[in-house]
């Protein structure tokens, strides 16, 4: 039995990047124009081979929408096992999609300050295409550091001092998150014998007491890993000083790495503690967690005056929320959760993109409005009234920030508005009816309502200072590489927000699919190598 083309493209997202990264290497630093064109055909067709795969996933091409790729020819679990499912290809066309606007944006003036940018980039796009991809622990591992190889010479790259004391933070602190995620991933193989995620929620059922509480403990530590990684508190202190340092670009891209960790999480709770002898194991931890996580960042961005820590702050918002969710332990907030995850990444990504286009607003002048066309100074005289002309381009920056400010806070009528009050309607409306609301589910409204009031508060203060009390703002002279990044970003979510009814039910389907872990390993137990078939049909 030979394998189909199509059953190939799983391959892809890892393969096209690291051909190509490794291919620019070989071109001069000169030739900027070719470098950027090569990164950015291999980019688009990662975009392209996204949509395939979800659309491959959603209509179940593969039975229950879940495609297995045997790295090698080896059979599970003892090969390297990629996993494709309506999750995994979502969060790719999320990775494509943010990745093609973060390489236009840097192509005029960010991809041309260092060296091997592009190289980096790929590379970059690599691990988080590998991490969401792989079923098995020490592979994710791989690619989990690929990625934090990748993101150390990004995050430095044109460096100035501020710049290289984040950085030097940053590579700290995921070195240590390597350490834990090792020594987490040995306690699990010494337990179970297998790294693989399919297997080793099958194999929970056969441990004795002894040998699962120590799998527990391998679980937590490697854990660490990922909470630090998404920023839940107390680990996530890093976050807000990265993502001011780092170049607008790479500081998009951080955005979708903070959500690696919690898009594992996700997967290796669902997987492991949703049913079985451990079920229930560690959902109050990251319910908690999130929930001290939500309010860490609502104090933070109600005291930040700078925009870009604003931004990370936003983040760490996004990040507990979806914590919170998760740990709540409800399965239909899961896919409310996602449809949050994803609208949030779009909108702090094209915030941190739109930062440095608002900063070239130097110069003070008359008091202006942003979200107007015109502003008019009417005299005491009757009389026609004077006034002067904004700018396309101030227009366009105050219609840009008050797009972002209205995803991040929650307000309608975009997608963070439609994001939240899912979300509030899924914990006034438990599963079990019999039990009530409890507090936990006041606390969690309470935090999500707060932490969108203090945004408000400092997002609003921060565009009052820079649109409206600025005087004679002169406009910035603003290039096609950096308008259409940040447009195609905000009708991402505009488009989101009309289609929300068949995103949502897409995300369903996919929440319904992580809620039963037995699907996954009737899928891996039926999936041949390449000639068992045929072997077994002429016996």
């Not at 091409?61 to 309506?86: C, E, H, K």
């Not at 960042?297 to 919170?324: F, H, K, N």
Request: proline share 4%; glycine share 8%; net charge neutral.
């Amino acid at each position: 039995m030979s394998l189909s083309w199509v059953q190939h493209l799983i391959l892809a997202p890892i393969l096209l990047p690291l051909i190509f990264g490794a291919g620019l290497i070989l071109i001069n630093e000169r030739h900027h124009q070719k470098k950027f064109f090569i990164n950015l055909a291999s980019t688009l067709a990662m975009l392209v081979t996204s949509v395939a795969l979800l659309l491959l996933a959603d209509h179940e091409y593969w039975p229950d929408g879940i495609g297995l790729y045997l790295s090698a020819n080896w059979a599970a679990p003892f090969g390297i096992v990629l996993l494709v499912d309506r999750l995994t290809a979502v969060m790719l066309l999320l990775a494509s999609v943010l990745a093609t606007a973060s390489l236009v944006f840097a192509m005029t003036r960010w991809s041309r300050i260092g060296v091997h940018f592009h190289s980096l980039f790929q590379f970059l796009l690599m691990g988080i295409n590998g991490a969401f991809l792989t079923n098995d622990l020490f592979n994710l591992f791989v690619f989990f550091e690929v990625m934090l190889a990748a993101s150390y010479g990004l995050v430095l790259h044109g460096y100035n001092s501020m710049r290289i004391r984040a950085g030097m933070q940053y590579i700290v602190v995921n070195l240590l998150t390597s350490f834990f995620f090792l020594i987490g991933v040995a306690l699990i193989y010494a337990t179970t014998g297998t790294l693989n995620m399919t297997d080793l929620a099958a194999r929970l059922n056969m441990l004795n007491p002894e040998d699962l509480v120590l799998l527990k403990i391998g679980v937590v530590i490697l854990a660490l890993a990922f909470l630090t990684k998404s920023a839940m508190w107390p680990l996530g202190f890093w976050l807000p000083t990265t993502y001011s340092a780092a170049s607008p670009p790479v500081a998009a891209m951080m955005v979708l790495m903070t959500k690696v960790g919690v898009y594992v999480l996700i997967r290796l709770w669902l997987l492991l503690f949703s049913e079985g002898p451990a079920a229930g194991f560690g959902f109050d931890l990251l319910l908690w967690g999130g929930l001290a996580t939500l309010a860490f960042g609502t104090i933070g961005i109600l005291a930040s005056q700078e925009p870009g820590r604003m931004a990370g702050y936003a983040a760490v918002i996004s990040s507990g929320t979806l914590l919170a969710a998760v740990g709540y332990g409800q399965p239909a907030l899961i896919n409310v959760a996602l449809f949050y995850l994803i609208s949030s990444t779009l909108a702090v990504a094209a915030f941190l993109l739109l930062i440095e286009l608002i900063d070239r607003i130097r110069t003070p002048g008359a008091a202006m409005l942003a979200l107007t066309m015109e502003a008019f100074a009417v005299e005491d005289k009757p009389g026609e009234p004077v006034g002067k002309a904004i700018s396309g381009a101030l227009a366009f920056l105050g219609l840009a920030f008050a797009c972002c400010a209205l995803i991040i806070t929650g307000l309608p009528p975009l997608s963070g508005f439609i994001a939240k009050f899912s979300l509030f309607h899924s914990l006034l409306n438990p599963e079990d009816a019999a039990a009530g609301i409890g507090m936990v589910t006041w606390i969690m409204i309470t935090l999500v309502v707060l932490s969108g009031l203090a945004g408000i508060i400092s997002l609003m203060r921060f565009g009052v200072r820079t649109f409206w009390a600025a005087q004679n703002p002169v406009a910035p002279h603003l290039q096609r590489s950096e308008v259409m990044p940040i447009t195609t970003l905000l009708l991402a979510c505009v488009l989101l927000t009309t289609q929300a009814g068949p995103t949502m039910a897409y995300l369903e389907r996919s929440a319904e699919t992580l809620n039963q872990p037995g699907i996954y390993w009737e899928r891996l137990d039926s999936t041949a190598v390449i000639g068992a078939t045929l072997e077994e049909s002429t016996q």
